[in-house]
């Protein structure tokens, strides 16, 4: 097992561009969240997902849009990049009834 | 929604002391109290939780208390070693807000002197 997989570990992007930061999981892991990390304020959670098919906002989701076509796949997507955006990406999944999750290695991502 | 307030910000000690966080939750429908350490550079693991119908949990060094009435959870360790220096986060899961919202608290850098 990968376990949870992010692409890319690193990007810069330029204030206005989008992109897509991908998630993967190959641990059939219904529950999957997407976290940013700034210094001196912990996991902020952006979004998160019970299934396939649905998701939700967490404590900070604007600026960011998900989608969960599939079980294994949560890509986050920036709209248009700001540098209040410039963070540490971490994705993590969770089995139902296990609640322990599991994070993926992160994505560093600075906007200029 | 849930908040978490995690103290201290940054603890010092020396090695083969004890260390002790904090942390409170405001929403009482929380049922599951997990707690992570971050090195630096790497990714949040976790190291003990606890679910809401138990009052203490441990693991040799590391044990966990949670106090449902007055809404608070801790991790003590014991016998510290350089190695446990990292940053430890505490977190709550199962608010009214959502059952798979966990949200975390700003989290605690732990320096182990040798």
């Known amino acids: 097992n990968a376990g949870v997989t992010q692409t890319p570990k690193f990007q810069v992007l330029k204030t206005g561009q989008s992109m897509t930061l991908q998630c993967a999981q190959d641990m059939n892991h219904e529950y999957m969240s997407w976290y940013r990390q700034d210094p001196g304020m912990g996991l902020r959670l952006i979004h998160y997902?019970?299934?396939?098919?649905?998701?939700d906002q967490g404590e900070v989701p604007n600026g960011y849009n998900v989608s969960r076509s599939t079980t294994e796949d949560f890509p986050l997507r920036l709209l248009s990049a700001a540098p209040s955006q410039t963070s540490v990406y971490f994705c993590a999944s969770s089995a139902p009834g296990r609640y322990g999750y599991t994070f993926g290695s992160g994505t560093r991502l600075t906007v200029v | 929604g849930e908040n978490v307030e995690q103290h201290p910000s940054t603890l010092s000690v020396q090695e083969g002391d004890s260390a002790v966080i904090k942390c409170t939750y405001s929403d009482s429908a929380s049922n599951y109290f997990p707690w992570y350490k971050q090195e630096l550079g790497k990714r949040p693991q976790l190291i003990i939780d606890?679910?809401?119908?138990?009052g203490e949990k441990k693991d040799q060094r590391i044990a966990v208390t949670l106090n449902k009435t007055a809404k608070h959870f801790s991790l003590h360790i014991t016998e510290t070693q350089p190695e446990d220096s990292a940053v430890y986060f505490c977190?709550?899961?199962?608010?009214?807000?959502?059952?798979?919202?966990?949200?975390f608290g700003a989290g605690t850098r732990l320096a182990v002197h040798p």
């Open positions: 997902s019970v299934g396939a098919g649905i998701t």
């Open positions: 977190a709550a899961l199962g608010g009214t807000g959502g059952y798979n919202k966990l949200i």
């Open positions: 606890i679910r809401s119908n138990v």
